[in-house]
């Protein structure tokens, strides 16, 4: 699905950007507890990118399937929960927004369980 390799190359395109200007840009300006949350985003918000990329050529391989739909939806929202919120906490250090992490984890964990029903009822 032509909408899915957009969004995954871009979101390569981001992460590979913001990790960067994690290791150049923010070296020495935040606490190392805080680049490292930082690179934690940067390495699910990567892994994910390519997870939307290999859902669309899925797409090429069995075609249109709800559960692939849902799964390229799943981790684009898991990457703007989870990574986004580290991003957010890195920088500003709130604590409190770490609260969301989870809920970003929780829909990368959906997303490659729908990946898996469509590869066993499709492939």
């Known amino acids: ?4 390799i957009i969004i995954g190359a871009i979101n390569a395109m ?5 990790g960067a200007f994690g290791a150049h840009g923010l070296e020495g300006r935040i606490p190392e507890k805080y680049l490292q ?5 940067v390495k699910y918000h990567m ?7 290999a859902v669309a050529l899925l797409f090429d391989k069995i075609g249109s399937v709800a559960s692939l739909t849902a799964a390229g939806w799943l981790m684009f929202v898991g990457i703007v929960l989870f990574s986004g919120s580290l991003y ?12 969301i992490t989870p809920l970003g984890g929780l829909s990368f964990i959906i997303a ?10 499709f492939l």
Do not use: N
Request: no cysteine; net charge positive; charged share 5%.
């Open 88 to 99: 957010v906490l890195s920088l500003t250090q709130i604590s409190v927004l770490g609260a």
């Open 14 to 18: 981001i992460a590979v950007g913001l």
């Open 112 to 121: 490659w369980v729908l990946v898996v029903v469509a590869a066993v009822k």
């Open 37 to 41: 949350t930082w690179e934690t985003g």
């Open 1 to 4: 699905m032509k909408v899915f």
């Open 47 to 53: 892994y994910h990118a390519l997870g939307i990329l």
